[in-house]
């Protein structure tokens, strides 16, 4: 299991959390567990109360980690990592004072001797891990920190023996695992994750990989991880949109240059695709992160031939890096017990098992459907349509959303595990759910009309709904009303001609002939012409995750669709769409208006209810559609179950 910071590392009871979340995962049957990053010392943090391994004090911390995960019979690394100038506070070093594009706070060239320092600052952290009952140590060398930073040129400008040639470059890592070897005996583990492929401009040749992974293996390495990308790299490595196992190419090429065992990495979210990484060379072990977070049994369910059970990372990021980012504890959208699991225990049983009708299969129903049924109840899930799974029916159909469908194949399953009658092309009326104990509404949203006038008669209008389903044919030029989540996913669906595939878009050298692996990006300039509108002036996509909104903004950029903020509508006539912009009038004409205005909440059922004295339970979209998305769903689902216990 792959090193993931979960924000409980920084918490005063976190660490009894942590136990438990990496011992579920032992249990689940993950061979290896490398912890989220550690700092060796104070200016390696990455934020201003980032967790460090410098005393006996904080070893004592960690010993709750290993002990919990030994009793399950796992192992357990701890990852060391100086976050150099990503270091996101004003005390932050680097080999050179060189500001990092993500990180407003420029930092301090280390002198020779706080080099010097540093190497020494990782040997005794390694020590205090070994104190601290651990298996041993990943050493973070990818991903554009410190140790990312000694070894690119453009980075490191040091002339003295930690700068210039490749070979001084390459003495900072070389010598922490050198001295960590020398002071830890052969009986420790010693894993270094090599940045093999920087997608950064001016980033390591792959001679210099090479060049990289046999020093690193003559120092004492045990075994060599994958890195892929550096943070500030403008190319999307592990987002949904990354093909499954899409980087192992690169790993693959460095088989056989070093003995070690080599771990390949990054958009390995199933046993399948795994299991053809290995059978293809590509790797002598696998490295998956987040996939443990959406499903902590995988393993287990692998071996024993469950895999249609296991809950698949869709690689959204909504709820693990995009809360990292807003120093909120790390989750899981498909799993929302993940890094919670003392909240929602899974052992829990009601002591009042009832009947219970939920109506609406979206992603909140079946959440509260599934959860409802493990905690002993007897569940009827009513659903008007064909399938379960609400709007992700429509998600799925998002080029790069593919994913959507392992969630739904998900939950289809769970519903048969766990018994829940399941009620297909049923629009259900109040009277036939008062036999039920309780009823729980997820019937959803429905879309916000666009009230400009002119609007409501046009034919050109149309909603995201009926573009998604294919049920119009689109004209060549499209304008977009509204640019949220859904604006920019349907626009996405009008500019997406599958002419370039993943890597010739973002300018990925499959090759690796070029330094950092980039070369000159395929013009995917889409043929129709998309415009998308919103009233707002501030920047478009602002609300999209913050891990994952650059890759749409410079997605939908790339391919040529305009973008319009701080637009007054004012009306739709055959000449097209009239609005103002910065005190100017314009008429936009278009083959077709896409309304993706938002969505408000959908409950016909509720009002009825109540006046018949049996009043439901409300969540997801029919509790409230503003800022709703798939993760507050699932949750909510979640949430009403173990309240109704
Ligand atoms: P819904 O998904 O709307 O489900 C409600 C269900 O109730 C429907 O199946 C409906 O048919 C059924 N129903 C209604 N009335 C009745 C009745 N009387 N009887 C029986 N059944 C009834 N969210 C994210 O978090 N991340 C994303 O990347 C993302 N992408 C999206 C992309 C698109 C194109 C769309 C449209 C949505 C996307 N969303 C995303 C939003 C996410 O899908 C919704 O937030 C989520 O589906 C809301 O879940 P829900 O269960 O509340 O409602
Ligand atoms: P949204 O994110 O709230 O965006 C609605 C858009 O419509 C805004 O751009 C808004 O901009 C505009 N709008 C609002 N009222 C309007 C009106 N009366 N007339 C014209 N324009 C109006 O909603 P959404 O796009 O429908 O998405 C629904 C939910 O699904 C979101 O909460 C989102 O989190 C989730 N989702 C997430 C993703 C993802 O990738 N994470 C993808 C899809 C959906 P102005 O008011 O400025 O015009
Ligand atoms: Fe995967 Fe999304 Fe869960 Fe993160 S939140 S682990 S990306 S499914």
Request: proline share 4%; hydrophobic share 40%.
């Amino acid at each position: 299991m792959g090193s993931m910071h979960l924000g409980l590392e920084e918490e005063s009871d976190g660490f009894s959390k942590l136990a438990t979340f990496y011992a579920e995962r032992a249990r689940g049957g993950a061979g290896l567990i490398v912890t989220g990053g550690i700092s060796p010392n104070r200016r390696g943090v990455l934020g201003p109360n980032g967790a460090r391994m410098q005393s006996m004090r904080h070893a004592k911390k960690h010993q709750v980690i290993t002990e919990a995960v030994h009793r399950e019979g796992g192992r357990i690394l701890m990852q060391i990592l100086h976050g150099g100038r990503y270091s996101y506070h004003p005390f932050n070093v680097a080999p050179s004072a060189l500001k990092a594009p993500i990180n407003r706070f420029k930092p301090r060239a280390l002198s020779e001797r706080g080099v010097e320092r540093t190497i020494k600052d990782f040997v005794h952290s390694a020590h205090l891990a070994k104190a601290a009952g651990y298996d041993g140590v990943e050493i973070m060398g990818s991903e554009g920190y410190l140790i990312n930073q000694f070894l690119v040129s453009s980075t490191n400008h040091r002339k003295d023996r930690y700068g210039g040639s490749f070979e001084n470059r390459m003495r900072f890592p070389v010598e922490i695992i050198r001295r960590i070897r020398e002071r830890m005996g052969d009986d420790f583990v010693i894993m270094y994750r090599l940045s093999m492929l920087d997608l950064v401009a001016d980033g390591s040749s792959w001679d210099e990989v090479i060049q990289m992974a046999r020093a690193i293996e003559e120092a004492g390495a045990s075994i060599i991880n994958t890195g892929i990308g550096w943070h500030e790299a403008r190319v999307p490595t592990i987002a949904t949109l990354v093909p499954r196992g899409g980087f192992t190419f690169v790993t693959k090429r460095l088989m056989g240059s070093v003995s070690i065992p080599l771990v390949t990495t990054n958009r390995l979210n199933m046993p399948g695709v795994c299991e053809e990484a290995l059978e293809q060379g590509c790797a002598d072990l696998i490295s998956m992160a987040r996939p443990f977070l959406a499903d902590p049994d995988l393993v287990i369910k692998a071996k024993t031939n469950r895999t249609d059970e296991i809950n698949t990372c869709i690689g959204c990021n909504q709820a693990c890096l995009d809360q990292i980012f807003k120093q909120q504890i790390a989750s899981c959208l498909v799993n929302p017990r993940a890094a919670h699991e003392g909240e929602w225990p899974l052992d829990a049983r009601t002591s009042d098992p009832r009947r219970i009708a939920v109506v609406g299969a979206g992603p909140a129903g079946l959440s509260a459907a599934t959860e409802l049924a493990r905690t002993g109840h007897a569940v009827t899930l009513y659903e008007k349509s064909h399938q379960i799974g609400g709007q992700f029916n429509m998600a799925k159909r998002i080029p790069g959303k593919e994913e959507f469908n392992e969630t739904l194949r998900y939950f289809n399953r769970q519903l048969e595990l766990l018994g829940v009658a399941v009620q297909l092309n049923t629009d259900v009326q109040a009277g036939e759910l008062l036999a039920y104990d309780e009823v729980v509404l997820a019937t959803g949203v429905k879309p916000r009309a666009w009230n400009v006038s002119g609007a409501g008669e046009d034919a050109r209008v149309v909603s995201y709904i009926d573009v998604l389903k294919g049920d119009v044919e689109l004209g060549d030029t499209i304008a977009i009303i509204g640019a949220g989540g859904i604006g920019f996913d349907v626009a996405e669906f009008l500019v997406h001609d599958g002419r370039h595939d993943f890597y010739e878009t973002w300018g990925i050298d499959k090759e690796l002939r070029e330094r950092g692996g980039l070369n000159a990006p395929a013009d995917v300039t889409s043929e129709r012409t998309v415009h998308m509108l919103q009233r707002s002036a501030k920047k478009m996509g602002g609300g999209l995750g913050k891990t994952t909104g650059w890759i749409h903004r410079m997605g939908l950029k790339k391919a040529g669709v305009q973008m319009h903020t701080g637009v007054a509508y004012q009306s739709l006539s055959p000449d097209g769409l009239r609005y103002t912009q910065d005190g100017e009038e314009h008429t936009l004409a278009a083959d077709h208006f896409v309304v993706c205005a938002g969505q408000e909440p959908f409950h016909p059922l509720a009002e009825d209810l109540k006046v018949m004295g049996k009043p439901a339970h409300l969540i997801g979209g029919a509790l409230n559609a503003s800022k709703l998305d798939a993760q507050r769903a699932i949750k909510e689902g979640l949430e009403l179950a173990y309240a109704l216990r």
